[in-house]
């Protein structure tokens, strides 16, 4: 029973700031990497920001320089810092986590949060 909780998402005029977080629980034995995707209104879900356990990250081209992706280990929590906001930003933000689950000893399955929504509108 391993769930992600996400929090932060809302309306925005372009420009501004949010700050999503996303914290694991559960019955987890460890947690490799976690992310952030996306899926805009007529696309496919995307990468948006990945990070490992070691704070290594990778970012989508399109928020390079803009979005900022960090995690508390201790917590299970992940972060995404978002600036300068445009409406090309606008989907819906999905948590991701690679996790090792007490249930399954040895396998690294992926879990998913329920998505928190982004709307940039003026």
């Known amino acids: 029973q391993v769930q992600l909780v996400e929090s932060g998402g809302g309306l925005v005029q372009p420009g501004g700031s949010l700050r999503l977080s996303c914290t694991a629980s559960g019955r987890i034995f460890s947690i490799d990497d976690m992310g952030w995707y996306r899926q805009a209104p007529g696309k496919e879900r995307d990468l948006v920001a990945g990070i490992t356990t070691y704070l290594i990250t990778n970012y989508a081209d399109s928020v390079k320089g803009r979005f900022t992706i960090s995690r508390d280990n201790a917590k299970n929590t992940v972060y995404l810092q978002m600036n300068s906001l445009t409406p090309e930003d606008t989907a819906v933000y999905y948590c991701?986590?690679?996790?090792?689950?007490?249930?399954?000893?040895?396998?690294?399955?992926?879990?998913w949060g329920q998505g928190t929504p982004v709307t940039v509108s003026s």
């Open positions: 991701n986590a690679r996790v090792r689950p007490r249930a399954v000893p040895g396998t690294y399955l992926d879990f």
